[in-house]
């Protein structure tokens, strides 16, 4: 078999033959398995259960994430206090602005539990002592006049009491009845709106009042427009029965002098007048002036 010549396009190409060409495929094709292999145990050798997880993680830990990490880190590692700082230690301890001295590593701080424990420099009273003073107080302004059935203290208060039972329930029964009467009543001073009151009577619209006749309106009018309208009126008695009867009565020419409307125009009547109050033309015969030049003609025998 004629060996066959390949040239490369460089121009200081040497010619190959068949036999090199082929040797030359055969390398490749062996170089092309090995790497197909090398990259198919690359791959098998970092499969693992978690790698979905892990390719996630890598894809959302960008520069900006790990940047803020880094300087979480710096700062933790930092001092945060300065230099001449005191720890947050309780020293002393004191009452009042006294201080105590621990006993045993303890510091007891009294309480006072009673009332008889804290001085009373407000002088509030006792209940015994304030039921005293009202009762002196009492008996201070009580009416001190002579025995003749005045009372002047409280003892005989209660005893008027007892020996005017029934004055006395009369007049409790008065206080109660008075008690009753003003319950929920208010006082004098209390003052409402209109809006607040329930069960108002209606009160109707305001009313428009016209100040002259009108033959359409239907307002009331004011009575000096009532009588200007009516001032130089004739009053219903000064006119003839006939002329306020419905059927009014009716005459004809004669009967009042007049001439009848018949007479207009016509022969032995009377002639119309026209919007000047004149004579129409149509009403007289004049000559003409060709008709009087003629007659002039013929009278100086022309």
């Given at each position: 078999?004629?060996?066959?010549?390949?040239?490369?396009?460089?121009?200081?190409?040497?010619?190959?033959?068949?036999?090199?060409?082929?040797?030359?495929?055969?390398?490749?094709?062996?170089?092309?398995?090995?790497?197909?292999?090398?990259?198919?145990?690359?791959?098998?050798?970092?499969?693992?259960?978690?790698?979905?997880?892990?390719?996630?993680?890598?894809?959302?830990?960008?520069?900006?994430?790990?940047?803020?990490?880094?300087?979480?880190?710096?700062?933790?590692?930092?001092?945060?206090?300065?230099?001449?700082?005191?720890?947050?230690?309780?020293?002393?301890?004191?009452?009042?602005?006294?201080?105590?001295?621990?006993?045993?590593?303890?510091?007891?701080?009294?309480?006072?539990?009673?009332?008889?424990?804290?001085?009373?420099?407000?002088?509030?009273?006792t209940s015994a002592q304030v039921l005293s003073a009202i009762n002196a107080q009492i008996d201070a302004f009580a009416?001190?006049?002579?025995?003749?059935?005045?009372?002047?203290?409280?003892?005989?208060?209660?005893?008027?009491?007892?020996?005017?039972?029934?004055?006395?329930?009369?007049?409790?029964?008065?206080?109660t009845k008075l008690q009753t009467d003003v319950a929920g009543k208010a006082p004098a001073s209390h003052k409402h709106?209109?809006?607040?009151?329930?069960?108002?009577?209606?009160?109707?619209?305001?009313?428009?009042?016209?100040?002259?006749?009108?033959?359409?309106?239907?307002?009331?009018?004011?009575?000096?427009?009532?009588?200007?309208?009516?001032?130089?009126?004739?009053?219903?008695?000064?006119?003839?029965?006939?002329?306020?009867?419905?059927?009014?009565?009716?005459?004809?020419?004669?009967?009042?002098?007049?001439?009848?409307?018949?007479?207009?125009?016509?022969?032995?009547?009377?002639?119309?007048?026209?919007?000047?109050?004149?004579?129409?033309?149509?009403?007289?015969?004049?000559?003409?002036?060709?008709?009087?030049?003629?007659?002039?003609?013929?009278?100086?025998?022309?």
């Amino acid at each position: 078999m004629a060996s066959m010549r390949l040239m490369s396009t460089a121009a200081d190409s040497k010619p190959i033959n068949l036999e090199d060409l082929k040797t030359l495929v055969e390398l490749l094709s062996g170089a092309f398995a090995t790497l197909e292999a090398v990259n198919t145990l690359s791959g098998s050798s970092h499969t693992h259960s978690n790698k979905t997880v892990l390719d996630a993680t890598n894809a959302s830990f960008t520069s900006t994430l790990k940047g803020n990490y880094d300087a979480a880190y710096t700062h933790s590692t930092s001092a945060h206090a300065p230099s001449g700082a005191q720890a947050n230690v309780i020293e002393s301890v004191k009452v009042n602005g006294t201080a105590l001295v621990p006993t045993s590593k303890a510091v007891d701080v009294t309480v006072p539990t009673k009332v008889s424990q804290i001085a009373n420099d407000s002088g509030f009273q006792t209940s015994a002592q304030v039921l005293s003073a009202i009762n002196a107080q009492i008996d201070a302004f009580a009416q001190k006049v002579t025995d003749n059935d005045t009372i002047d203290t409280i003892k005989e208060v209660i005893d008027y009491i007892a020996e005017h039972e029934g004055e006395a329930t009369e007049m409790m029964s008065a206080i109660t009845k008075l008690q009753t009467d003003v319950a929920g009543k208010a006082p004098a001073s209390h003052k409402h709106s209109y809006n607040d009151l329930t069960d108002k009577p209606s009160i109707p619209p305001a009313v428009t009042v016209d100040s002259q006749l009108n033959g359409t309106s239907a307002n009331p009018v004011q009575n000096k427009a009532v009588y200007s309208a009516l001032a130089g009126k004739l009053n219903t008695t000064d006119v003839q029965a006939w002329a306020k009867a419905a059927s009014k009565p009716t005459y004809n020419a004669t009967e009042v002098g007049a001439i009848p409307t018949t007479a207009k125009g016509a022969a032995s009547g009377v002639a119309e007048l026209d919007a000047n109050s004149k004579l129409p033309s149509t009403r007289y015969d004049f000559a003409t002036t060709a008709e009087v030049t003629a007659m002039v003609a013929e009278v100086l025998g022309a």
